[in-house]
């Protein structure tokens, strides 16, 4: 009698014991019987071939409402060029099939803002629907007779466990001695804390602090440093290099704590002259501010571009137009973010039939995004 009260107050049985019923009762009882658990909080990722071919024409046709690129961006957050271009491609080909000429050239302008190309040739197929998995037979599923067969096996254990335990007639006990302090250790931990000796107040802080006879220090020798108005977020560096069709990158900005304040980035915004690769003309900088409703944009163009009228009154629509030179400075500024910008290289390209210095060959711009 007293051999099993020694056995069912060991902690580990009772530890067993208790798992086993709180798998029962919590895994199979509530979380697949009286609450079955449900998913919520889906990404764009997650969703079906489908949702994300809808998702993407809705934001196309957004964007011929507001025309706003930076929101149009943060919302095709998470989807690549690839998918972008197929499933406006798509959206395309079955607007005209049904004679939709309106709803196509939304599609069409918002892949061409994009600089996508979604006039090649075939006909684009529109994703055929995923069958969503069938609910299971609840607790007597698959799922469920899984559960219950796990549950089991534990079951098995615990038991095989108790048996085995009770068998050897319970575990040792192990009682472990009480040390006290030596007597020089407990002496030291008593002494006055007193006693230590401290440094001024004012050597800890790394302050001056001038003694009680002398004669206060003028007002005009004392120099204070003026606090930043923004904090640096990082630095980044857009590199182009001839031969990268539809260029674009952009960089996430987020506080220390992981914080999202916008992005900023730079695309390939004018080309000249026929076939591949492109041969790009102007690039757009831009600054995308959460909390602001507009996205920033400067033009950076090249010195063909820049000087001829007609691509000027083109891309004048666009933001700012920036002569592209080595060496200068553009500022990208929101109501809570900014970013100081450098043009740290810049090689044009020469192709026969184009005029000189129309097209870049490599453009490397710094970007340096800061809080206000």
Do not use: C
């Amino acid at each position: 009698m007293n051999k099993n009260s020694s056995l069912l107050s060991n902690p580990l049985v009772l530890s067993i014991g208790g798992f086993v019923v709180g798998l029962l009762i919590g895994w199979l009882l509530l979380g697949w019987v009286l609450f079955p658990v449900q998913f919520t909080g889906a990404k764009l990722f997650d969703l079906d071939p489908v949702a994300k071919a809808e998702w993407i024409v809705t934001v196309a046709d957004a964007y011929s409402a507001n025309q706003d690129l930076g929101l149009a961006r943060e919302r095709l957050r998470g989807f690549t060029t690839a998918e972008i271009t197929e499933h406006l491609k798509a959206a395309f080909t079955a607007r005209n099939l049904k004679n939709d000429a309106v709803g196509a050239a939304r599609v069409a302008s918002f892949a061409q803002v994009l600089t996508l190309d979604i006039n090649g040739g075939g006909t684009a197929q529109r994703p055929t629907p995923t069958p969503a998995p069938s609910g299971g037979g609840g607790l007597f599923g698959d799922a469920g007779r899984l559960l219950l067969i796990v549950a089991g096996v534990l079951l098995l254990l615990a038991l095989g466990l108790f048996v085995y335990m009770r068998m050897r007639g319970g575990a040792p006990q192990v009682t472990v001695a009480k040390q006290s302090p030596s007597p020089a250790v407990s002496q030291a931990a008593r002494a006055p804390r007193e006693e230590m000796p401290t440094a001024p107040a004012a050597q800890n802080i790394g302050l001056y602090e001038p003694p009680a006879s002398a004669p206060p220090m003028p007002t005009q020798t004392t120099t204070r440093v003026a606090t930043p108005l923004t904090k640096s977020l990082g630095t980044f560096a857009a590199t182009y290099k001839f031969g990268e069709d539809n260029y674009d990158t952009s960089f996430t900005l987020e506080t220390t704590r992981g914080e999202f304040l916008g992005e900023t980035g730079m695309g390939s915004s004018e080309t000249i002259g026929e076939g591949k690769p492109d041969k790009v003309t102007a690039f757009d900088a831009w600054l995308f501010d959460k909390t602001d409703v507009r996205t920033v944009t400067q033009i950076l163009m090249s010195e063909a571009a820049y000087n001829d009228q007609s691509t000027r009154q083109r891309l004048a629509t666009k933001g700012e137009l920036v002569l592209a030179e080595k060496g200068k400075h553009v500022r990208l500024e929101t109501a809570t973010l900014a970013v100081d910008a450098e043009i740290v290289d810049l090689v044009y390209a020469s192709t026969p039939g184009l005029p000189p210095n129309s097209h870049f060959q490599k453009l490397i711009v710094e970007m340096v995004p800061a809080q206000k």
